[in-house]
């Protein structure tokens, strides 16, 4: 177990539709990042928060959205949804007090579109 | 920016056979590079790393990979794998002086170990 919590685990839904994924990073870690897993892309980072503001993006369409709180959990918000969103979304947390450039995965969240 | 190439999709090989998982990487900076391993399932879990010092790096369940800066690689082995190291492995970089510890991903290797 990661400490990393991500919900849901799978959701279904209809292409055009927006959807909202969650994640609670470990204790401790201020650093949230998403990263899309798809058979044609492979891992692709998305985002990543630290401390409740955006720190650095990657190729993250401008239909998806993130943010965190402050209490460090973060919110993809992923809208207006095409067949080919369909992936697996990571969401990871790191230490921030050291240099190791460690990453905690969750168990990501499994989005299907139809 | 960086890239990472595994020059292996899939890799099936006897049970306590040895195993070398292939990573080549490009970056114009300094870079940390890592293993993750992704079991059937689950999330990615850190394998081993780089970060500084020796090149020859040891890390979880018997795995060890050597970074070699001239050819730019950090190659996985292990010298006798187990059914349960069945899974996806993807190697990984990110640039060592930044504050955002931003990976880039390899397509990954998924290797099979037969009985």
């Known amino acids: 177990d990661s400490g990393v919590t991500q919900t849901p685990k799978h959701l279904i839904t209809a292409t055009g539709q927006r959807v909202t994924l969650r994640c609670s990073p470990r204790s401790g870690d201020l650093s949230v990042y998403w990263y899309q897993q798809s058979l044609d892309q492979g891992l692709q980072f998305l985002i990543q928060y630290y401390n409740g503001e955006e720190r650095a993006k990657g190729n993250i369409l401008e239909r998806f959205s993130a943010q965190q709180f402050p209490d460090l959990h973060s919110e993809l918000n992923l809208s207006s949804l095409e067949l080919g969103d369909s992936a697996l979304y990571f969401c990871a947390s790191s230490v921030t007090s050291g240099k190791t450039g460690e990453l905690f995965f969750g168990e990501g969240s499994r989005l299907t579109v139809l | ?115």
């Open chain 2, 1 to 115: 920016a960086q890239s990472v190439t595994q020059l292996d999709s899939q890799v099936p090989v006897f049970e306590e056979a040895p195993v070398e998982l292939r990573c080549n990487y490009s970056s114009s900076v300094s870079v940390y590079l890592f293993w993750y391993v992704q079991y059937p399932n689950q999330g990615l879990q850190l394998l081993l790393k780089y970060l500084s010092g020796s090149t020859l790096v040891k890390g979880i369940n018997g795995f060890e990979a050597e970074f070699n800066k001239s050819q730019t690689s950090f190659h996985l082995r292990k010298p006798s794998v187990h059914i349960s190291d069945t899974a996806e492995y993807f190697c990984a970089v990110s640039p060592s002086g930044a504050g955002s510890y931003q990976l880039t991903f390899g397509k990954g290797t998924k290797l099979s170990v037969i009985p």
